[in-house]
């Protein structure tokens, strides 16, 4: 069993900047393909970035890439999200995720999420 924390969220002006912390417990944290998803008011959840288990293999939604960076440091049982260039349209839940799977995956089928942190951008 995986407990997923997450911390960091805020509010922040367009163009700012925040960064985004899960903390792991339980589990082998490195067999765990890791990611981020967000929800916005009356949106359904949808996929931000997702980090393989050791291999430094990421992926990005089209929306956030460029902006965004997933990282993870399996020593310290963390994964990271810096979010740069932000917008109003990045305001969301954001959640961290674990998953089974052995390489990453963007729907949202992931076996532990945390409780997720509230991220504000104002225009």
């Known amino acids: 069993q995986v407990q997923l924390v997450e911390s960091g969220g805020g509010l922040v002006q367009a163009g700012g900047s925040l960064g985004l912390s899960c903390a792991a417990s339980?589990?082998?944290?490195?067999?765990?393909?890791v990611g981020w998803f967000r929800q916005a008011p009356g949106k359904q959840r949808e996929f931000v970035a997702a980090a393989s288990r050791s291999d430094g293999v990421t992926d990005y939604a089209a929306s956030v890439k460029g902006r965004f960076t997933i990282s993870r440091d399996n020593a310290k049982k963390r994964v990271y999200l810096q979010m740069n260039n932000l917008k109003p349209e990045d305001t969301a839940v954001y959640y961290c995720a674990a998953t089974f799977a052995r390489t990453i995956i963007v729907s949202d089928d992931y076996n532990y999420w945390g409780q997720g942190t509230q991220v504000t951008v104002s225009s």
């Open positions: 339980g589990g082998t944290f490195s067999s765990y393909v």
